[in-house]
């Protein structure tokens, strides 16, 4: 079973979406990241996600979705640091896999959130660590 964010034609693996979830006590992320901000300097313009294995495929969902969230944005500030938000991961297995293209596709919109997440995530692995070289869901 899996989380879709299906306009952009990606899946995530519904166990690590789950597992965000409760690593914020329920509270919808996209709220949680918005409150965070409020008060934020206007000299940042982007914040670092980091993460371990499970934390490391919560933190690439909770980048793509912080990501996505700016665009309903008003504040500039917010806006700017939601989307320079870098993710960087430590042996994160798979979280995300592309779809058959659904009826409400949007191409434009899956290029443009992978290329974001080829210029803003990274996942560090070490050689012999299994996790990340487990076939996706």
Known sequence: DTYT????????HSG???FLNLAI???????????????VSPDIDGIVITGHSLGGAMAQI???TMMRAAEKVEDDVQKKIMMNARCVTLGA???????TPPA??????????????EQN????????DIVPRLPGF
Do not use: C
């Open 5 to 12: 964010f299906k306009k952009e034609g990606l899946a995530v």
């Open 16 to 18: 690590f979406n789950t």
């Open 25 to 39: 006590l329920g509270i919808d992320p996209k709220q949680l990241m918005l409150a965070e901000l409020e008060e």
């Open 62 to 64: 909770a980048a793509l």
């Open 93 to 99: 297995p798979h979280a995300f896999k592309l779809l």
């Open 104 to 117: 409400d596709y949007q191409e434009d919109l899956r290029k443009k959130v992978l290329s974001w997440a």
């Open 121 to 128: 995530m990274i996942n560090y692995v070490h050689n012999n």
